[in-house]
T-cell receptor, first 110, second 114 residues
Framework: GQNIDQPTEMTATEGAIVQINCTYQ??????LFWYQQHAGEAPTFLSY????GLEEKGRFSSFLSRSKGYSYLLLKELQMKDSASYLC???????????FGKGTMLLVSP | DVKVTQSSRYLVKRTGEKVFLECVQD?????MFWYRQDPGLGLRLIYF???????EKGDIPEGYSVSREKKERFSLILESASTNQTSMYLC?????????????FGSGTQLSVL
């Protein structure tokens, strides 16, 4: 099976930078996804990493270290609308399914 | 844009009732999934399907069944609803094969079993 850990809650201030960490233990790792979910809405795709390194997409970046079983999502220039739950998910080789962590609730305050 | 549509946003059922949750996607995706989402537990996979008439158990299939008679439609069935099945149910689809198979989610069905 897989084990995915991420902090339950984080708070940050508008305009700041926040890093949300995700650690995982799995056999046959084949990709890590980050999703954003606003309250009462469906999760939406943010980023995908399968190789080590940093993937940058506008204000959001995602990093992966396969040897350490570690990823983080970096959000820059935080806006109030970034208040949401951020879900880390792992895919295992040979399967199209994703296993999700419990999510990190981010609250951005003025 | 990919659209995944779930038939009901809110549903209230009685214990013991048979419940059908319907999901339709419009992008010809091979893979479809049913998750439930509960506070403190996150998203957990119930069942998934790689193709028409194919189904695979996820992590928590007990008390559920599924049906995929057409490629675009994936139904979740609660044969005899129980209170512990009160949850948010999310349907998702993805394209196959391999690579960046990101999931596209529907808006969810909040099911309350009384």
């Amino acid at each position: 099976g897989q084990n995915i850990d991420q902090p339950t809650e984080m708070t940050a201030t508008e305009g700041a930078i926040v890093q949300i960490n995700c650690t995982y233990q799995t056999s046959g790792f084949n990709g890590l996804f980050w999703y954003q979910q606003h309250a009462g809405e469906a999760p939406t795709f943010l980023s995908y990493n399968v190789l080590d390194g940093l993937e940058e997409k506008g204000r959001f970046s995602s990093f992966l270290s396969r040897s350490k079983g570690y990823s983080y999502l970096l959000l820059k220039e935080l806006q109030m609308k970034d208040s949401a739950s951020y879900l880390c998910a792992v895919r295992v080789k040979g399967y199209s399914t994703l296993t999700f962590g419990k999510g990190t609730m981010l609250l951005v305050s003025p | 844009d990919v659209k995944v549509t779930q038939s009901s946003r809110y549903l209230v059922k009685r214990t013991g009732e048979k419940v059908f949750l319907e999901c339709v996607q419009d992008m010809d995706h091979e893979n479809m999934f049913w998750y439930r989402q509960d506070p403190g537990l996150g998203l957990r996979l119930i069942y998934f399907s790689y193709d028409v008439k194919m189904k695979e158990k996820g992590d928590i299939p007990e008390g559920y069944s599924v049906s995929r008679e057409k490629k675009e439609r994936f139904s979740l069935i609660l044969e005899s609803a129980s209170t512990n099945q009160t949850s948010m149910y999310l349907c998702a689809s993805s394209f196959s094969p391999g690579g960046n198979e990101k999931l596209f989610f529907g808006s969810g069905t909040q099911l309350s079993v009384l």
